[in-house]
């Protein structure tokens, strides 16, 4: 989604900040803009499409613009209008310019009372109205900070923006859902969108709060809470991640992200598990409580991940899971009398479906532990508790390392309820500990399968439509499988539960259409591969994904990639970690013969701060 800069007192404030929008490039966008003042004079640069484009414009300037010294920029992700050049970011309004991420829910209102005073709207963007309504404050009050404060009193919704006015050296911002993040150089400051963007120019990071707003200035900055009330934020040191953010000589981030899992996994298992073999896990933290369930929100493929959760800790644990939609969740009105809980998993933390529907928890008094990626982001700040997965930083837009550190959390607090409830014993409970740390070790030998998966995706690359099934605990990872193909290389794909399919998709099934199925030898074997006979009776072009165990039963199966076997009692339990490397690996391999963009699929964004 948007990506915001704004940097004051920094010289080639405009190149500083089109290295910002580049660190942020990673969560999706369509066009992108600078804004600066050259001897108080506002100007822009704008470009459509990628960052490069924007850039080539900049260096036709950048001689003449060197000693400018405030700038703001915005890479947009359009939602309320097209991705043409008038709406691209910075919106200006006489001698105001603005960037904003979110949505201002009123703004069909307020466009309607500036309308009537006259005033030409020049965008179809909901952001214009902002500098529209400071432009008018701005004539009564000829103070930019008052103008700025009553404008945030005025607009509605989920957002963060960013507005400089050409008089001034100083750059406003305000945030409400909406992430921002600001950053305290030696003689200069900076805003951005989140603390890594920003990671090259600045040690020290402040993170708003919710519905703070603030001034900068090259050597001050003032923030003000919702009562506006000037208050002191936490400063936080931080150290720059950027070195990790190169491909490793990899072609594609994703590609980079996929290979790295078993070294992602030993430091998402190493936060977990204490040296004594304890799992560093809370549940008294989370409120789980005798006869109370525990509800999972999230979205996309954090919400399969959650699926998996609620398999491993019903089994386990025997408490009731419910798994949401983040974004139904928050709409519905539940009914919260059967739970004390509440888990929502986010990679970035930043999810305003997630955020929202944890908000809507704690509102119902719901305690709230977040599995996040991302310490400091706002699910993360907000949470009664949380569980990092240390993943590290996940720039490819399709969510793979992230996918399966949540997976690993969510496994270890199902066993660890599960052994304060007394319902395993502590010699399973040691044995799962135990199996964990050999968890990274196994991905790697199903990675050095990657060639089987090239020729899967060779042979599937040209098909209109391909469906994954999945049963049991492999159900959350047909659908995973499915997301993840379509939102990389466009093709329709859908997920089913294999025991689903003579309830309806069956009839989908046309002569040589490719069916992936996942498979593991958890005692429903017979049943999904009968499932699959009836697939392959109908014409269906199977390719099997199965363990070694299951190698006598798949006889008749052409198609099929043989995933070795894990440890006998562990093996279906972690099956769904395993799955994700096939499941990642055909979709990008598929992506990559059809040359579509990997690591920024259309439409797409890594950080979906929009409703
Ligand atoms: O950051 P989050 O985990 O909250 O993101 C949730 C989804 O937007 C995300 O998983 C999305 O579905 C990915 N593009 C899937 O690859």
């Given at each position: 989604?948007c990506?915001i800069?704004?940097?004051?007192g920094?010289?080639?404030?405009c190149?500083?900040?089109?290295?910002?929008?580049?660190?942020?490039e990673?969560?999706?966008?369509?066009?992108?803009?600078?804004?600066?003042?050259?001897n108080?004079?506002?100007?822009?640069?704008?470009a459509?499409g990628k960052?490069n484009?924007?850039?080539?414009?900049?260096?036709t300037?950048?001689?003449?613009?060197?000693d400018?010294l405030?700038?703001?920029?915005?890479?947009?992700?359009?939602?309320?209008?097209?991705?043409?050049l008038?709406?691209?970011?910075?919106?200006?309004?006489?001698n105001?310019?603005v960037?904003h991420?979110?949505?201002?829910?009123?703004?069909?209102q307020i466009?309607?009372?500036?309308?009537?005073k006259?005033?030409i709207?020049?965008t179809?963007?909901d952001?214009?109205?902002?500098?529209?309504?400071?432009?008018?404050s701005?004539?009564?009050?000829?103070n930019?900070?008052n103008a700025c404060?009553?404008?945030v009193d005025?607009?509605e919704?989920?957002?963060a923006?960013a507005?400089?006015?050409s008089?001034?050296?100083?750059?406003?911002?305000?945030?409400k859902?909406?992430p921002?993040?600001l950053?305290l150089?030696y003689?200069y400051?900076?805003?951005?969108s989140?603390?890594?963007?920003?990671?090259?120019?600045?040690?020290?990071?402040?993170?708003l709060?919710?519905?703070?707003?603030?001034?900068l200035?090259?050597t001050?900055?003032?923030?003000?809470?919702?009562?506006?009330?000037?208050?002191?934020?936490?400063?936080?040191?931080i150290?720059?991640?950027y070195?990790?953010?190169?491909?490793?000589g990899?072609?594609h981030?994703?590609?980079?992200?996929?290979h790295?899992?078993?070294?992602?996994?030993?430091?998402?298992?190493g936060?977990?598990?204490?040296?004594?073999?304890?799992?560093n896990?809370?549940p008294?933290?989370?409120?789980?409580?005798?006869n109370?369930?525990?509800?999972i929100?999230?979205?996309?493929?954090?919400?399969y991940?959650?699926?998996?959760?609620?398999?491993?800790i019903?089994?386990?644990?025997?408490?009731?899971?419910?798994?949401?939609?983040?974004s139904?969740?928050r709409?519905?009105n539940?009914?919260?009398?059967?739970y004390?809980?509440?888990?929502?998993?986010?990679?970035?933390?930043?999810?305003?479906?997630?955020?929202m529907?944890?908000?809507?928890?704690k509102?119902?008094?719901?305690?709230?532990?977040?599995?996040t990626?991302?310490?400091?982001s706002?699910?993360?700040?907000e949470?009664?508790y949380?569980?990092?997965?240390?993943?590290?930083p996940?720039?490819?837009?399709?969510s793979?390392?992230?996918f399966t550190s949540?997976?690993?959390?969510?496994?270890?607090?199902?066993m660890?309820?599960?052994?304060?409830?007394?319902?395993?014993?502590?010699?399973k409970y040691?044995?799962?500990?135990?199996?964990?740390?050999l968890?990274?070790n196994?991905?790697?030998k199903i990675?050095?399968l990657?060639?089987?998966?090239?020729?899967?995706?060779?042979?599937?690359?040209n098909?209109?439509?391909i469906?994954?099934l999945?049963?049991?605990?492999?159900?959350?990872?047909?659908?995973?499988?499915?997301?993840?193909?379509?939102?990389?290389?466009?093709?329709?794909s859908?997920?089913?539960a294999?025991?689903?399919m003579?309830?309806?998709p069956?009839?989908?099934?046309?002569?040589g259409?490719p069916i992936?199925?996942?498979?593991t030898?958890?005692?429903?074997?017979?049943?999904?591969?009968s499932?699959?006979?009836?697939?392959?009776?109908?014409g269906?072009n199977?390719f099997?994904?199965?363990?070694?165990?299951?190698?006598?039963?798949?006889?008749?199966?052409?198609?099929?990639?043989?995933?070795?076997?894990f440890?006998e009692?562990?093996?279906d339990?972690?099956?769904?970690?395993?799955?994700?490397i096939p499941a990642?690996?055909?979709?990008?391999?598929?992506?990559?013969?059809r040359?579509?963009?990997?690591?920024q699929?259309?439409?797409?964004a890594?950080?979906?701060?929009v409703e």
């Amino acid at each position: 989604m948007c990506g915001i800069v704004g940097i004051v007192g920094k010289n080639n404030a405009c190149k500083h900040a089109l290295n910002v929008l580049k660190n942020l490039e990673y969560r999706g966008y369509d066009s992108a803009g600078l804004a600066f003042l050259k001897n108080n004079d506002l100007n822009t640069i704008k470009a459509l499409g990628k960052l490069n484009e924007l850039k080539s414009k900049f260096e036709t300037l950048e001689e003449e613009i060197k000693d400018v010294l405030i700038a703001i920029g915005h890479t947009r992700w359009a939602t309320h209008g097209k991705v043409v050049l008038e709406n691209t970011h910075p919106i200006l309004s006489e001698n105001i310019a603005v960037v904003h991420n979110g949505i201002i829910e009123n703004h069909d209102q307020i466009r309607l009372e500036l309308k009537e005073k006259k005033v030409i709207f020049e965008t179809t963007t909901d952001t214009e109205v902002i500098p529209h309504l400071l432009s008018i404050s701005m004539k009564n009050t000829n103070n930019f900070f008052n103008a700025c404060v009553s404008v945030v009193d005025k607009i509605e919704g989920a957002y963060a923006f960013a507005a400089i006015h050409s008089s001034k050296e100083e750059i406003f911002v305000a945030r409400k859902t909406s992430p921002l993040v600001l950053g305290l150089g030696y003689g200069y400051n900076i805003v951005g969108s989140d603390a890594q963007s920003i990671s090259q120019l600045v040690n020290e990071v402040i993170y708003l709060n919710d519905g703070d707003y603030a001034i900068l200035n090259k050597t001050k900055i003032q923030i003000y809470d919702t009562n506006n009330m000037k208050v002191e934020r936490e400063k936080i040191n931080i150290k720059s991640n950027y070195n990790i953010l190169s491909k490793n000589g990899y072609k594609h981030f994703m590609e980079k992200e996929i290979h790295e899992q078993p070294n992602v996994l030993i430091n998402t298992i190493g936060s977990l598990v204490r040296e004594e073999n304890e799992l560093n896990i809370f549940p008294e933290k989370m409120n789980i409580k005798k006869n109370y369930g525990i509800t999972i929100c999230a979205a996309g493929t954090s919400h399969y991940a959650a699926m998996v959760g609620k398999y491993w800790i019903e089994k386990f644990s025997s408490v009731p899971v419910n798994v949401e939609l983040s974004s139904e969740y928050r709409y519905r009105n539940p009914a919260t009398s059967m739970y004390s809980s509440m888990i929502v998993i986010s990679q970035s933390g930043e999810s305003i479906d997630t955020l929202m529907a944890m908000r809507e928890a704690k509102r119902l008094n719901l305690k709230t532990t977040a599995i996040t990626n991302v310490e400091n982001s706002s699910i993360d700040r907000e949470a009664d508790y949380s569980i990092y997965t240390h993943a590290g930083p996940e720039v490819g837009v399709a969510s793979t390392k992230s996918f399966t550190s949540q997976l690993i959390v969510l496994l270890s607090i199902a066993m660890k309820i599960a052994i304060n409830n007394k319902k395993i014993t502590i010699d399973k409970y040691n044995d799962f500990i135990k199996n964990l740390k050999l968890v990274p070790n196994f991905l790697s030998k199903i990675l050095s399968l990657n060639e089987e998966f090239i020729k899967l995706a060779q042979s599937i690359k040209n098909s209109q439509n391909i469906l994954y099934l999945g049963r049991g605990i492999l159900y959350p990872l047909a659908l995973e499988g499915a997301l993840k193909l379509k939102e990389l290389s466009y093709i329709h794909s859908e997920g089913f539960a294999a025991g689903e399919m003579k309830h309806g998709p069956i009839a989908l099934i046309e002569e040589g259409m490719p069916i992936i199925m996942f498979l593991t030898s958890d005692g429903m074997e017979e049943k999904s591969i009968s499932n699959l006979q009836e697939a392959l009776a109908r014409g269906g072009n199977i390719f099997l994904i199965s363990d070694k165990k299951n190698l006598k039963k798949i006889h008749n199966i052409q198609n099929k990639v043989i995933v070795p076997s894990f440890q006998e009692n562990w093996n279906d339990i972690f099956s769904p970690i395993f799955m994700s490397i096939p499941a990642q690996l055909i979709a990008y391999h598929v992506a990559r013969e059809r040359g579509t963009d990997v690591d920024q699929p259309r439409n797409l964004a890594k950080s979906v701060t929009v409703e």
